[in-house]
């Protein structure tokens, strides 16, 4: 048993843990989109480091490091599209005068 | 670190249960993508701990290069749509 590799995972997943309970708790949208674009993100990363670590020195690992990088590229692309979506659409963001 | 696996998996399934709030009652629509989003994101790191768990990783890996690009395309083309068509769910 590795324990770099049980390291990486363990981290990856309390990163995952935070990124869900950010999207449910978060008051904005915008706010929500951060907890998607940044701890998820890391989360991910780090559990694809870790079982590429777990697998060895194959290809496979080099497959997994591939779906890491594209991973870490692509999320924070696609959670800045949909909060420019979102801007042009004019949603009102959370302020301290809107409050509820 | 079978054992190891299997709860990390067990874990991870507990774990993407949590936005299934934020994609049924979001109050907008971008709220549901983004639900859908944080979801498929998961199901990345769940899809490779299943494929160690059957002892067939380089089938599973294949599946999460293909889903992954799908998750990400299928986010974009949302996010288009919706800056075109507007707020209304």
Do not use: Q
């Not at chain 2, 934020?22 to 709220?31: E, N, S, Y």
């Amino acid at each position: 048993m590795n324990i770099l590799a049980a390291l990486l995972i363990l981290g990856g997943a309390f990163f995952l843990t935070v990124g869900s309970l950010g999207v449910i708790r978060l008051p904005d949208f915008y706010s929500r989109s951060h907890a998607m674009g940044k701890s998820d993100t890391l989360g991910l990363f780090l559990s694809l480091l870790g079982l590429a670590v777990h697998n060895g020195m194959r290809v496979d690992s080099l497959k997994i490091l591939l779906v890491a990088v594209f991973v870490a590229l692509a999320n924070p692309v696609a959670s800045h599209a949909l909060a420019r979506a979102a801007f042009r659409k004019r949603l009102a963001p959370w302020m301290k005068r809107n409050r509820p | 670190m079978n054992g190891f696996l299997t709860g990390v998996t067990i874990f991870i399934t507990i774990i993407m249960l949590i936005p299934f709030y934020r994609l049924v009652a979001g109050p907008t629509i971008f709220d549901r993508m983004l639900g859908a989003g944080v979801i498929g994101s998961k199901t990345l790191v769940l899809l490779t701990l299943v494929g160690f768990l059957y002892g067939r990783a380089d089938m599973f890996i294949d599946i999460v290069i293909a889903y992954s690009l799908l998750n990400f395309i299928g986010v974009i083309a949302a996010a288009k749509l919706l800056e075109r068509k507007g707020l209304e769910p």
